[in-house]
């Protein structure tokens, strides 16, 4: 009687032990599911496919109510159903997803670029970069993807508001992603137009670009930085993606209008590296730039005299000079030449042409006479 009657208080007492142990397991996991409000009665199934339901913009603002439903968020984009829902596969169609709302491809990504900025908010920029990596790899054209003036949203909304030294670790993993090195080595001039430009350069502020574009340039020497530049900045044929090479004459137009600084230094760099014939030829064409377009031509011999002072010798500094007359002389013969053989074009130029060189000629040897003639005069 006395085992027995003992032996109900010991059931009621395990019985509270149960209460009390599942009341305090219920209160550990409290925090976990009240952060995830009404949804914690759905199984993760359904509120995935509650998600199929929502715009992305309305799943950007979702994934900021709780660090819970932001984790749940990151699973799901890393899902199948998830990647399909909000990353087209086919970068370069024009279609995209179903959605309740009818927002264009630029809204999509904008709205696409924030729900990952959102959804990563708490990570460190190498597991965010990671993560980013490892969505994209569920594209079929990751790389490619980049290069769509559609797809660059989320980038630049992805690290707007980051300081400098992640900035330097995006830039880092997109070189990488892209493969852009190699894109500038086999002269892929439209794919790195498209990346420079959509990715980094475009939608950006003034500082921000000029950050990317300093980038961009860092790694190359001038030579390859004057091309990228080009690339990235000049017309675009619509034969060849990149025009074929300026006419002298541009080119000599444009290294005037740069300014004295830029001017001298690319002049310079090519009497160093001993490249005597092309420079006496840029400064003929200089030469007549400056006659065509009312220069005063003082400026052409005072580059002139300048260049002739990085010469480390006087027979190169002679050399110089002589190859100078040497362009004159042909470009003259040239132009005669073509007169008398009556070549014309639908400008009928060459006879203009010939006429602004020989008065550009007289005009430079006329200043160099009087420079001359002038440090004469001025010696006891």
């Not at 909000?86 to 959605?99: G, I, K, N, T």
């Not at 990952?116 to 970069?129: E, F, M, Q, S, V």
């Not at 010469?311 to 040239?334: K, V, Y």
């Not at 007169?339 to 040897?365: C, I, K, T, W, Y």
Request: proline share 4%; hydrophobic share 40%; glycine share 4%.
């Amino acid at each position: 009687m006395t085992s027995g009657c003992t032996s109900v208080p010991r059931r009621k007492q395990r019985k509270r032990r149960r209460r009390s142990r599942c009341g305090r397991s219920s209160g550990r996991d409290s925090p976990a599911l009240s952060a995830l409000g009404d949804f914690q009665i759905l199984p993760l199934e359904i509120f995935q496919m509650v998600l199929n339901y929502l715009s992305v913009r309305d799943i950007s603002r979702l994934s900021m109510v709780s660090k819970t439903i932001s984790g749940r968020l990151i699973h799901y984009i890393s899902t199948s159903s998830g990647s399909r829902r909000l990353l087209l596969q086919d970068f370069h169609s024009p279609q995209l997803p179903a959605r309740r709302e009818g927002a264009s491809i630029l809204e999509h990504y904008k709205s696409l670029g924030l729900l990952l900025k959102r959804c990563t908010l708490l990570l460190p920029t190498r597991d965010r970069l990671k993560y980013v990596h490892k969505v994209l790899s569920g594209v079929s054209d990751a790389p490619r993807a980049l290069e769509v003036p559609a797809s660059h949203p989320p980038f630049q909304i992805l690290t707007a508001g980051w300081d400098e030294l992640e900035c330097h670790r995006v830039f880092n993993f997109l070189w990488d992603l892209s493969n852009l090195a190699r894109k500038v080595a086999r002269r892929l001039e439209l794919r790195i137009r498209l990346f420079c430009r959509a990715v980094l350069l475009s939608g950006s502020r003034r500082g921000d670009s000029a950050f990317w574009l300093t980038r961009i340039l860092k790694p190359w020497p001038m030579v390859n930085q004057a091309r990228l530049l080009y690339l990235i900045f000049g017309p675009v044929s619509s034969r060849d993606v990149v025009p074929q090479q300026w006419l002298m004459e541009n080119n000599a137009r444009l290294l005037l209008l740069s300014g004295n600084s830029i001017c001298f230094t690319f002049m310079a760099s090519k009497a160093v590296n001993g490249r005597a014939v092309e420079l006496a030829r840029l400064m003929v064409f200089m030469v007549l730039v400056c006659e065509k377009d009312l220069y005063c031509m003082d400026w052409a011999v005072k580059m002139m005299q300048k260049v002739c002072n990085v010469f480390s010798t006087p027979w190169e500094r002679n050399n110089f000079l002589q190859c100078l007359e040497n362009s004159f002389a042909r470009m003259l013969m040239d132009l005669l030449q073509a007169v008398l053989a009556g070549e014309r074009d639908e400008e009928d130029s060459s006879f203009l042409n010939l006429f602004h060189l020989m008065n550009a000629q007289a005009n430079f040897h006329k200043e160099i006479l009087y420079m001359a003639m002038g440090s004469t005069s001025s010696t006891p």
